[in-house]
C-alpha cells in the first residue's frame, strides 16, 4: 500500500511565505510524477504545479514567479515553497503522486489534504 502524508498547511498573512511537504510512503518501484493541486470554495480542483520525473516542472499561470516545486529523490518527497502569498491561493492544497509498485503497476495516490489560509 502507498500513501503521501502532507505537511505545512497554515494561516499565513498575505505577502507571506509556507512551505509544503508531502513524503511518499510504503512498497516503491518508482514515481513517475509528484505535484501539487488545490481547491478552493466552490471551485474545482487544479494543478498548481507538477514535477515529473526528468522534465522541468510546470506551474499554473496564477502562481509563476511565487512558487517553487522541487523533488528529493532519495526521500521520495515533494516540496512546494509558496512565497508572496495572495487571499486567492487561500484552498486546500492536495499532494499528487503517480507511482510504480514493485509488481509494475502504476497507481495514482492522493495526499489527505492540507488547508493553507492567506488572511490578514
Known amino acids: 500500500q502507498v500513501y503521501l502524508v502532507e505537511s505545512g498547511g497554515g494561516l499565513v498573512q498575505p505577502g507571506g511565505s509556507l512551505r509544503l511537504s508531502c513524503a511518499a510512503s510504503?512498497?516503491?518501484?518508482?514515481?513517475?510524477?509528484m505535484g501539487w493541486y488545490r481547491q478552493a470554495p466552490g471551485k474545482q480542483r487544479e494543478l498548481v504545479a507538477g514535477k515529473p520525473t526528468g522534465v522541468s516542472a510546470n506551474y499554473a499561470d496564477s502562481v509563476k514567479g511565487r512558487f517553487t516545486i522541487s523533488r528529493d529523490s532519495a526521500w521520495n518527497t515533494v516540496y512546494l515553497q509558496m512565497n508572496g502569498l495572495k487571499s486567492e491561493d487561500t484552498a486546500v492544497y492536495y499532494c499528487k503522486a503517480v507511482v510504480i509498485t514493485l509488481n509494475s503497476q502504476v497507481l495514482e495516490v492522493w495526499g489527505q489534504g492540507t488547508m493553507v489560509t492567506v488572511s490578514s
Open positions: 510504503g512498497i516503491i518501484s518508482g514515481i513517475n510524477f
